[in-house]
């Protein structure tokens, strides 16, 4: 009598684990190809087939589109009114990379990993954390080391009454390399966190790169996969048989 109720608590828990195991496996794919719901983002990756300039490497699948591309280039855009010189001119070569950066966030459709829900009127979902590869980030602060701000967070803060940001009274103008002692402190500060900085290299398929050459693929997509199957843990939840329908546990 005891054998069969113990065979058919192994075969229950069987089933349990398949089911977590599937629930796991179909979490995981959810944030992969995906397009974050903020201001601008389609709502699903696809194809463009002509994106502007830096953004050129996502066109064959991207969150977005030509005319985001577009405004990705161009200071006080209708994207979101940003006036990158906002105490001088900005040096070409580090407005490269806020170029870079608005095509990275607006097209990729490889942050799946690291979207995270907003608390802002302008969009429902943001990035945090996400990765940057070691020389990415060092060659941003290198760049942009003698260019000037006068904020460390420029997420908020700003005055905007002229319609574009300006800085706040109190505040001074200063080279980045005083406003952002480090590299890490450019890219991990500037945005609330929306990226991290990292000791991963580029190529190493364990960070994200701002810039890739579309003709030898997109390596951040290997990347969101590395990051999607190696969060949390997988281990079967015991309380994963409540999502069983009252059908199936009957045949156990």
Known sequence: MGFFPARE????????????????????????????????????????GVLHGQCAPWKDNACCTAETSTGAHQDQSYLYSFNWAHCRVMPDKCKWHFIQDTCLYECSPNLGPWI??????????????????????????????????CKENWHKGWTWTSGTNRCPRSSTCQPFKYVFPRPADLCEKIWSNSYKYTLEHRGGGRCIQMWFDPAQG???????????????????????????????LSLL
């Open 116 to 149: 995270h829900q907003a608390d802002t009127s302008w969009r429902r979902e943001r990035i945090l954390n996400v990765p940057l590869c070691k020389e990415d980030c060092e060659q941003w602060w290198e760049d942009c080391k003698d260019a000037v701000t």
């Open 9 to 48: 608590m192994a075969a229950r828990w069987a089933v349990l684990g398949l089911l977590a195991a599937c629930l796991d496996s179909a979490a995981k794919e959810s944030v992969l190809n995906v397009c974050m719901d903020a201001k601008h983002h389609k709502t699903q990756p696809g194809p463009e």
């Open 218 to 248: 997109n390596p951040n997509v290997a990347v969101a996969k590395y990051y999607a199957q190696n969060r949390g843990d997988a281990s079967p939840a015991p309380w994963a048989g409540l999502l069983l329908p009252p059908a199936l």
